[in-house]
């Protein structure tokens, strides 16, 4: 499984530092929702689902979290702790987000509205899904 991580461009000056994000030019795609998760318990196991056909990006402007991505064939975990980098989620992968630090904020940039049908909730019924 690839990982793709995007990397977003800082624009710095002696006020501090700017980013931009842009649909179908940083963000591959069009970004129809915005959401964002914050005060995650360091315990706490967030996600534990699929999309059919959403795609995300994911990043964490402050603080950190990791996340695990299952394509059914292998997994692997990311730690987002940069706000100048991104991680593209295609659909159909299973995925994690934990080791929240305390001050974490997890963006995430959707390619289409909130839609509970988009979700795979069950990992048996993912693996079918996917053809495993
Ligand atoms: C994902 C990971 C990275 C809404 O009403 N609108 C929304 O746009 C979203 C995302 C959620 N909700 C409601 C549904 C639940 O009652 O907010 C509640 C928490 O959602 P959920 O348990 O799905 O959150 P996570 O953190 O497990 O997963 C979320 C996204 O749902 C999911 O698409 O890929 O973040």
Not at 53 to 79: H, N
Not at 80 to 94: F, I, P, Q, R, Y
Request: proline fraction near 3%; include cysteine.
């Amino acid at each position: 499984m690839e990982i793709k991580m995007i990397q977003f461009q800082p624009h710095g000056d002696e006020r501090g530092m700017l980013i931009a994000l842009e649909e179908k030019k940083n963000i591959p795609f069009e970004v129809k929702r915005v959401y964002f998760m914050y005060g995650t318990k360091p315990e706490i196991h967030r996600g534990k689902h699929a999309h059919k056909s959403l795609k995300q990006v994911l990043f964490c402007p402050c603080g950190a979290c990791t996340i695990s991505l299952d394509d059914g064939k292998e997994v692997k975990e990311v730690r987002l702790d940069k706000s100048t980098e991104g991680l593209l989620v295609e659909a159909c992968m299973w995925r994690e987000m934990y080791d929240f630090t305390s001050d974490a904020v997890l963006m995430v940039l959707a390619s289409d509205y909130y839609d509970e049908d988009d979700y795979i909730r069950d990992y048996e019924e993912f693996l079918q899904y996917i053809n495993i």
